[in-house]
């Protein structure tokens, strides 16, 4: 095999759904913007283009960061945990990272006993995905 992305795929511990969580964190200021799944089609995608590419439980199929918002991901760096099974995807945001507008997805913390919203939207989710989530 001399194939790097295959090189790199075979050292990923893609669970039984064949997915693997994957973090994106911003490269230079290390604000970790979300977490999604990645499959083997996903990470061949991003290290091919350099742009982060998911896999969507939801709708079954790859999405590419930012096709439909513009708000997209950059990838500057793939990393691979110690068990082999969560990447790390450092990025270089444009924009907001989250489907609600904020610039990352962790904008809940756990405060005095409830969950307080610590950042508000940058731009209206309508105005980023008038014809749906991204």
Not at 105 to 114: I, L, P, S, T, V
Request: net charge negative; glycine share 8%; aromatic share 8%.
């Amino acid at each position: 095999m001399s194939d790097p992305i295959e090189l790199a795929l075979a050292e990923i511990r893609f669970g039984t759904d064949g997915l693997v969580p994957a973090i994106a964190q911003q490269h230079d200021t290390g604000e970790i913007l979300m977490m999604g799944w990645m499959n083997r089609d996903a990470v061949r995608a991003s290290l091919t283009e350099g742009r982060a590419c998911y896999w969507s439980r939801s709708r079954a199929k790859l999405w590419r960061k930012g096709e439909t918002s513009g708000q997209v991901q950059r990838l500057r760096e793939l990393r691979l945990d110690c068990d082999g099974d969560t990447l790390l995807l450092l990025v270089d945001q444009t924009g907001v990272a989250c489907h609600t507008g904020r610039r990352s997805c962790f904008f809940r913390a756990w405060r005095d006993g409830a969950w307080a919203v610590i950042a508000e939207p940058k731009i209206a989710p309508e105005i980023l995905y008038p014809e749906g989530v991204d």
